[in-house]
Nanobody, 123 residues
Framework: QLQLVESGGGLVQPGGSLRLSCAGS????????IGWFRQAPGKEREGVSC????????NYADSVKGRFTISRDIAKNTVYLQINSLKPEDTAVYFC????????????????WGQGTQVTVSS
């Protein structure tokens, strides 16, 4: 069974940091492009970042550039999203998703999704 499992969310104060993990179960993540998305209450799911299957291409939404960093650990079959300088508007459920070929910021382009991890930024 192919699964993506996110972890690492939590409650953090503004300016704080978290590292989100997306672990693959049943398939090898590094042959897939992995995207991170987030969905705040009452809003549509939006693309945050993506790392290509080769690892050579990473991209970020303008709202997170310079604060978020995506990376992968092939040995651990895991993709990470390091999120720094958190703001209240970063509060959302964060999802990882997998697709073959190149990165995309469109949710419909992804074949597999994790269950999400909650990130809450509040003082």
């Amino acid at each position: 069974q192919l699964q993506l499992v996110e972890s690492g969310g939590g409650l953090v104060q503004p300016g704080g940091s978290l590292r989100l993990s997306c672990a693959g179960s049943g398939f090898t993540l590094h042959v897939w492009s992995i995207g991170w998305f987030r969905q705040a209450p009452g809003k549509e799911r939006e693309g945050v970042s993506c790392i290509s299957s080769s690892g050579g291409v990473t991209n970020y939404a303008d709202s997170v550039k310079g604060r978020f960093t995506i990376s992968r650990d092939i040995a651990k079959n895991t993709v990470y999203l390091q999120i720094n300088s958190l703001k209240p508007e970063d509060t959302a459920v964060y999802f990882c998703a997998a697709r073959r070929v190149y990165c995309s910021s469109y949710t419909d382009d992804y074949n597999f999704w994790g269950q999400g991890t909650q990130v809450t930024v509040s003082s």
